[in-house]
Structures are given as C-alpha cells and as structure tokens.
C-alpha cells in the first residue's frame, strides 16, 4: 500500500530533493512496541520547534473529511500504520505564513522543513509515548509524492505543504521509531 497525499503520488526516493542528509546510519527495531492498548495517536511533540499537536484520526481518507479534521489539528491518515502492526504511520498537517492565523491549527507543522536529521519527535497515544529521530527531511510536488506504507518497519512520516511554493509544493519529514516509554 502507499499514501498518495491528498491524491496525488510520487516515488519520494527519485523525485524529490533531500534537504537534510542524514549523517549515520540506523537499524529500526523489528518489534520494539511491547503491548500495544491505545493504537491511535492523540498528540505529536516536535521538540526543535517546541511544539506540540493534537492529532486527530478520521475513519475516512476523503478530501473532505481530511480537510475537516485538518481544521481541529494534524490528522493520521486513515489508511497509513496505527501502533497495532509494524508499518509508516502518516500524519498531515497545514503550515501557514500569513502575518494573522485566525486558526492556529493551520500553523500545525510550520517549521518541519528546518528539522534535520537526529531530531526527536514524540508521538503519544493514550498511554504511551513513542519516540521517534528523524533521519530525513524532502521537498516534493504533491502531483508525484508518494509514501510506502510497508508494514516491515515502525515509521513516521510528517507531510505538510510549502506556503512560500507553489500550491502542490510539500515538505516531508521521515523518522524511525527509537523508543518507547509508559505514560
């Protein structure tokens, strides 16, 4: 399965430009999640941007129903990983520039594209807290971005748009789960 971004697809590998290299190599742990209860994420903490984000987690992956959640948070996509299985979970966010945001929900993911590699992201559901390092950040056109949702490994991956690109301009963060801790 992949994630084909608010319907469009691409292969991120070849089409699109990295921003941050990363500067080592990692393994991700085939199974690192011990017992899994809450599988749904609730929160997203991105400590270099000193942010924290409500996620919200729709049933539908329509334009609309995204859009609406969109306006409450960053949104899982449906069909991207939860913590049941190894997989690439999906979060979208909206970034906004403009000098007055009423909402600030459209300033969710502002910054991920200054995130470089080694970064930590934390993702909480209801009682736990799964910590991730970010080992990329890319640039894409929304016509061509696609994310392999393979179920092999434990993935976060962090889309948000380009407001100083054009309309189908989007950043995109990937990061490897490293740990995990009880709330």
């Not at 290299?21 to 999640?33: C, R």
């Amino acid at each position: 399965p992949e994630f084909t971004g608010w319907g469009n697809k691409a292969d991120i590998a070849s089409s699109t430009t990295p921003t941050t290299t990363p500067q080592s190599t990692s393994t991700t742990p085939t199974n690192p999640i011990s017992k899994v209860v809450a599988p749904l994420p609730l929160s997203v903490v991105i400590e270099a941007l000193d942010r924290t984000v409500t996620v919200l987690n729709p049933e539908k992956s329509d334009v609309v129903s995204l859009d609406t959640a969109l306006l409450k948070g960053a949104v899982r996509y449906p069909e991207s990983a939860s913590y049941k299985k190894p997989g690439t979970m999906v979060l979208l966010g909206h970034s906004s520039y403009l000098p007055t945001v009423h909402n600030k929900n459209f300033q969710a993911f502002n910054g991920i594209q200054k995130l470089e590699w080694g970064d930590i992201i934390r993702v909480n559901t209801a009682d736990t807290e799964y910590t991730y390092r970010v080992q990329r950040v890319r640039e894409a056109k929304a016509s061509t971005a696609e994310v392999d949702l393979q179920w092999r490994k434990y993935e976060l991956v962090l889309v948000t748009c380009n407001s100083f690109g054009s309309k189908e301009d989007r950043f995109i963060v990937e990061a490897y789960l490293i740990g995990e801790r009880p709330l």
